[in-house]
C-alpha cells in the first residue's frame, strides 16, 4: 500500500478570490466542470466517500426543472468540528463551491442544512450570504442559497433524513432507491455534499485537476480535514495529506502513551497500538469523515464503548426494529458482561448481533455500529470483561 | 407557561403556510420561549391546517424542541466521550451546586435548565456547554461558575 507518510496541505482555508475562480467556473460547460471533479478523484468528506464527479454527473443527467444542491452542515458525528471552523473562516468558499456545483448539475437553488448546535454562527452567515449573493448577481448567474437549521438529532446528517427533515416532518431515512440524484429534497434530483467537500471541488477548479492528483493516494485523493481531540498535546483542525499510516498519526498527535485511536468517530473503527504500523488513514485501510480521537493508557476502552452505545441508542431514530432494539441489546449487553451478570462469551453473541444489524438496518446509522463495536471488543476485550 | 398569543401568526407570515414552513416556525417559537405549549402546537397546526398530532409528532423528534417546561436559559453540558474525560462530571457538580438542581431539572424560579446532550463539535476545546445558543469551551468549574453568575445577574 501507498504511504504518504504526514504532510501539512493547505487548501481548504488558503484565501483566495471566490469571484475569480466563479467566473472561471460560469465559462466552463457543466460537462467540463463535472470531468475536472472526476479527474480529481475527489471522494465525499462526509464519511460516505462516494465519487463526487459521479454524484454530479447522475445529477446532471436527470431531466427535471428544478434540481437542488444541498450542503450538509449536520456535523453530527462525535469528534468533528471541521465543518464548524470551514464555515466560520471561509463561508465564501462553501457558497462558492455550491454555485459551482449547481452549475454543474443545472440546480438553481442551494440549501445549507446547518446543525442546531451551530445556531451561534447564523447571523455572521446570514451577512456572508448577503454579499455572496451580490457577487453572484455581479457576475451575471443566478443561483440562490438558503439556510435551514436542524435541531439536534444526529440522525439529519443522514441525507434522506436531512431531506425529510428540511421538509418539515421528522429525520426519518427513507428507502433507497430512489438514490437522491433522482429523487431528493421535495423529490427533487438533488446533489447532496459535505462542507468540505464542496470547498474541496472549488479549489480544484482554481487550481486543476492535477494539482489536486499530486496529493494522496490512488484510493485517497488529495488531502482532508483532520478533527483532533482527545489525549493529545495538540488538539485542534488540521489539514493534511491523505495516506499516512496511523502510526505517523501518533508521532506528531500522540501524547507519547497512545493506546488506541479512533477513527472516524463513533461510527468509525478503532485502531488499536499494535496495528498503528500497518493502518492507512483513508478509504484504503480505515475512512474518515476527518473525526480522530486519542486515547492513552490511563482511559478505560469499556468506558469509551459505552459512550458510543450510549449515544447511538440515544441517536436512532427507532424507526426499524435491528437499529432500534440492536443499539439497546449492545448496550445493554457489555454492561452484562461487566458486572458478571452474562459469562464472557455472551461477547460473541453480540458480535454476532452487531453482524446483523449491518445487514439489517435500514441506514447507515444502524449498518454501522457495528464498526466501533466489533473492532474495540475484538481488540480490548480484556478490558470490557474486567 | 407562557401565552403565545400573536406569535404563531406573525411567525407564519415570515416562513410561510407551508409543510416545510413547519420546522422554521417551531425553532423560533423556542428561541423566543425555550419549550413548545401544547396551546402553541395547536395553534401551529391551526395555521399551517395540518393536525396537532403531526405538529407534536415531529416536535417529539427533535431534542431542541422540547415540549417539556424549560427555563429561561437552557444550559446543554455534553456527554460524549472527549468531554467526559475531559472534565464533564466536575463541570456538571458545579452546576448542580449553583443551581441547586440535577441533571434534566429546572429551578423553580423558572429561569436555568439542565440538560445533557451529545457531542457539539467543541471536542478540542473539552469539555464543553451550550447555553441556549451560545457555545462556552475549556471549562473549569471556576470558569463555569463565572459564566454562570454572570447569567444570574442577567
Ligand atoms: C447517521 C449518519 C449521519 C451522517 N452525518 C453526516 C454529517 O453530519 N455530515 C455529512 O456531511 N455527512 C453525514 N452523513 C453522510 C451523508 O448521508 C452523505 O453521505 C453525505 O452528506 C454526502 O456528502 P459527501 O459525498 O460530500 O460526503 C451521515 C450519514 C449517516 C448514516
Ligand atoms: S438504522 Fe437506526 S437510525 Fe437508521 S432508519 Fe433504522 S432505526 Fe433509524
Ligand atoms: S465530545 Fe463534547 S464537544 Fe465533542
Known amino acids: ?386 | 407557561m407562557y401565552q403565545v398569543g400573536n406569535l404563531v401568526k406573525e411567525l407564519s407570515d415570515k416562513h410561510g403556510r407551508m409543510r416545510e414552513s413547519l420546522m422554521p416556525i417551531l425553532q423560533e417559537i423556542v428561541q423566543k420561549h425555550n419549550y413548545l405549549t401544547d396551546e402553541a402546537m395547536v395553534e401551529v397546526a391551526r395555521e399551517l391546517d395540518i393536525s396537532a398530532a403531526e405538529v407534536y409528532g415531529t416536535a417529539s423528534f427533535y431534542t431542541f424542541l422540547d415540549t417539556q417546561e424549560k427555563g429561561k436559559y437552557v444550559i446543554r453540558i455534553c456527554k460524549t466521550i472527549t468531554c467526559s474525560m475531559k472534565g464533564k462530571s466536575d463541570i456538571i457538580h458545579t452546576l448542580e451546586d449553583m443551581l441547586k438542581i440535577k441533571v434534566g431539572e429546572t429551578t423553580t424560579d423558572k429561569q436555568f435548565s439542565l440538560i445533557e446532550t451529545n457531542c457539539i463539535g467543541w471536542c478540542h476545546k473539552a469539555p464543553a456547554i451550550l447555553i441556549n445558543e451560545m457555545p462556552y469551551t475549556e471549562l473549569t468549574p471556576e470558569k463555569v461558575s463565572t459564566i454562570i453568575k454572570d447569567y444570574m445577574q442577567k
Not at chain 1, 466563479?22 to 475536472?36: D, G, P, T, V
Not at chain 1, 440546480?107 to 445556531?119: F, P
Not at chain 1, 497512545?258 to 492507512?280: D, H, L, M, N, Y
Not at chain 1, 492513552?296 to 449515544?311: A, C, E, I, K, P
Open chain 1, 1 to 386: 500500500m501507498e504511504n504518504k507518510g504526514l504532510n501539512k496541505v493547505d487548501l481548504i482555508f488558503e484565501k483566495i478570490e471566490p469571484k475569480e475562480v466563479l467566473i472561471k467556473a460560469f465559462k466552463m460547460s457543466s460537462a467540463e466542470i463535472i470531468q475536472n471533479i472526476l479527474d480529481s478523484g475527489l471522494k465525499g468528506r462526509g464519511g460516505a466517500g462516494f465519487p463526487t464527479g459521479l454524484k454530479w454527473k447522475y445529477t446532471a443527467a436527470e431531466k427535471s426543472s428544478e434540481k437542488y444542491i444541498v450542503c450538509n452542515a449536520d456535523e453530527g458525528e462525535p469528534g468533528t468540528f471541521k465543518d464548524r471552523e470551514i464555515l466560520e473562516r471561509v463561508s465564501d468558499k462553501v457558497h462558492g463551491g455550491m454555485a459551482i456545483a449547481g452549475k454543474a448539475i443545472g440546480a438553481k437553488m442551494g440549501i445549507v442544512y446547518l446543525r442546531g448546535e451551530y445556531r451561534y454562527m447564523l447571523l455572521k452567515l446570514m451577512i456572508e450570504l448577503d454579499s455572496f449573493h451580490k457577487m453572484i448577481k455581479e457576475i451575471g448567474y443566478d443561483f440562490n442559497i438558503e439556510y435551514r437549521m436542524g435541531s439536534g438529532a444526529y440522525i439529519c446528517g443522514e441525507e434522506s433524513a436531512l431531506f425529510e427533515s428540511i421538509e418539515g416532518k421528522r429525520g426519518e431515512p427513507r428507502n433507497k432507491p430512489p438514490y437522491p440524484t433522482v429523487s431528493g429534497v421535495f423529490d427533487k434530483p438533488t446533489s447532496i455534499n459535505n462542507v468540505e467537500t464542496l470547498v474541496t471541488a472549488m479549489m480544484i477548479i482554481q487550481h486543476g485537476a492535477k494539482n489536486f492528483t499530486q496529493y494522496g493516494t490512488k484510493d485517497s485523493r488529495g488531502s482532508k480535514v483532520f478533527s483532533v481531540s482527545g489525549d493529545t498535546p495538540t488538539p485542534g483542525i488540521f489539514e493534511l495529506e491523505l495516506g499516512m499510516s496511523v502510526q505517523q498519526f501518533v508521532n506528531v498527535f500522540g501524547d507519547g502513551d497512545t493506546k488506541a485511536v479512533q477513527v472516524g468517530g463513533a461510527s468509525g473503527f478503532c485502531v488499536p497500538r499494535k496495528k498503528f504500523a500497518e493502518t492507512i488513514i483513508g478509504f484504503e485501510g480505515v475512512p474518515t469523515g476527518g473525526s480522530m480521537m486519542l486515547f492513552n493508557s490511563s482511559r478505560s476502552m469499556y468506558n469509551v464503548l459505552h459512550n458510543y452505545l450510549d449515544f447511538f441508542t440515544e441517536e436512532s431514530c427507532g424507526q426499524c426494529t435491528p437499529c432500534r432494539v440492536g443499539c439497546q441489546q449492545l448496550l445493554k449487553g457489555v454492561e452484562k458482561v461487566k458486572k458478571g451478570e452474562a459469562k464472557p462469551t455472551y461477547l460473541n453473541e453480540l458480535m454476532k448481533l452487531a453482524d446483523s444489524m449491518k445487514i439489517a438496518a435500514k441506514c447507515g446509522l444502524g449498518q454501522s455500529v457495528g464498526n466501533a463495536f466489533k473492532s474495540i471488543v475484538g481488540n480490548f476485550r480484556e478490558e470490557i470483561i474486567y
